[in-house]
């Protein structure tokens, strides 16, 4: 074998090895670039999130909440419509990174998910016919139909009450549509979600009557074990409500300033 040959050989040879190794695990798996966090929530839940009839986007406080939350954490918000009872589900799976949906933060779901600090503090309440004037306290709907949205608080209240027939339907506005149909006595869901649908027109057939019921708290979730993920959405959260961000969010879906 000729000298030339044996160089060339090895030139060969050197350049493989050069080809494997950028070929190794050390390199990049992807380009670099924005990330995206997949935001779960049921968006038939305004004025939370819902679809705009128009122009079809996910629109709503819960997601104007983490686009901006997203901005802050330079990362893109993609919101993916996931039925409520579905969400925690999901998260678990992997299938989103994070729940904004106005899910109460609770004793039950705590144990399966980390929330942030409250953002929303809300309260069950009921909305019934505009010509019912039998029901006018929770207590009242011992023995009465009433329609909910199903995994929801409503939902599990309702359960509570003595010899209450409960519907639970998939969104709030069928459950509402039960109720103007005459299937039911009574909604009960989140007062801000009985008002929003009162001023959207609600107020033709239904209104809102009663006190209202266990104070609640909204809160973003992340999996237990993303830790990291729920401090950065924390310090998001507090930069929001300093710089004043939040407070816009709030008065442009409620009418006014957060308390």
């Excluded at 709030?172 to 959207?200: C, H, I, M, R």
């Excluded at 959405?233 to 409500?241: F, G, H, R, S, T």
Aim: one cysteine or more.
């Amino acid at each position: 074998m000729s000298k030339k040959w044996i160089v060339f050989a090895s030139l060969v040879m050197f350049v493989l090895a050069i080809g494997l190794a950028g070929c190794g695990s050390n390199q990049p798996a992807q380009p670099a670039g924005a990330k995206v966090l997949k935001v779960g929530a049921e968006a038939t839940f305004p004025p939370f999130e819902f679809q705009d009839e128009k122009s079809k986007e996910y629109v709503g406080f819960d997601v104007d909440m983490m686009k901006a939350i997203g901005k802050q954490m330079g990362v893109e918000v993609q919101i993916v419509n996931t039925a409520f009872d579905g969400l925690i589900p999901a998260l678990e799976g992997g299938q989103i990174d994070v729940i904004a949906s106005a899910m109460t933060i609770t004793d039950e779901r705590a144990k399966k998910v980390n929330f942030s600090k409250p953002y929303y503090q809300a309260g069950l309440s009921m909305v019934v016919k505009a010509d019912n004037d039998t029901v006018k306290t929770f207590k009242d709907l011992e023995g009465k139909r009433i329609a909910v949205q199903i995994g929801t608080t409503g939902a599990a209240q309702a359960r509570k009450i003595k010899d209450a027939k409960v519907r639970e339907f998939n969104s709030a506005s069928e459950a509402y549509l039960e109720l103007k149909a005459g299937g039911a006595d009574a909604v009960v869901n989140d007062l801000p979600v009985n008002q929003y649908f009162l001023t959207k027109g609600g107020d033709k057939d239904a209104k809102l009557v009663g006190e209202i019921l266990d104070a609640e708290e909204y809160g973003i979730a992340v999996t237990k074990k993303n830790t990291e993920l729920a401090g950065k959405i924390n310090k998001a959260l507090d930069e929001l409500k300093q710089n004043g961000e939040y407070a816009k969010i709030y008065e442009k879906w409620f009418g006014k300033q957060p308390q």
